[in-house]
């Protein structure tokens, strides 16, 4: 340490040294300063300006922000589904469909399936759409011997036109006469049963 002698029996320190002692004060000061920051910052908290803001409550309001508006957003989107669907429910089906049953005489089912097979080509030519053609398999005797197939229609006026243009076919006629003696009668009546079924709103075919 630089110093002035005044008196052998002490000595003051030199105005340099004053500033030097000032400055390492500063520099401590700082020092603990920083540390108490970094401290501060590590532990989540910090001070600035009097006003304590902790930094994982602020993260926590952060991410419950997020969470709340996700879940309006995930709402919404659900809600905008639900009216697409309930207004898609709501549309008017354009089909009647047509279920026939025929009940073949014992064993007979097979030969029946086999004269519809040609008659399939003629009912899509006069607008009688097949949506399928099924023998059924059952243990119960009032399905057994059956044959079924369905037709799609447009409305019930077009399926009567289009009956009428397949029956005044000259084409038909043959397996119309080949496909008589396998049904079965009662009463002077052929086992056909005919219903006409209109599609429900929640259907997947309509």
Known sequence: MDTISVDARFTIPHKSTYRQSSANRRERRLSLLEAQFLRRCTTGDFNVNKINVSVRHWCATVLRFVSVASLFFLA??????????????????????ELMVYHALPGKASDLESVFKGVSGLQDKHGLRAV???????????WQNTFVYLLDHSDRESAEKNWQALHADPLFTPFRQAAIPLIRQKDGEYLVDEVYMSPTSYSASK
Do not use: C
């Open 76 to 97: 919404g989107m659900a809600f905008q589904s639900n009216r697409s669907s309930a207004h898609s429910v709501e549309a008017a089906s354009t089909h009647l469909y």
């Open 132 to 142: 399928g053609y099924w023998i059924p398999k059952s243990e119960d005797p009032a």
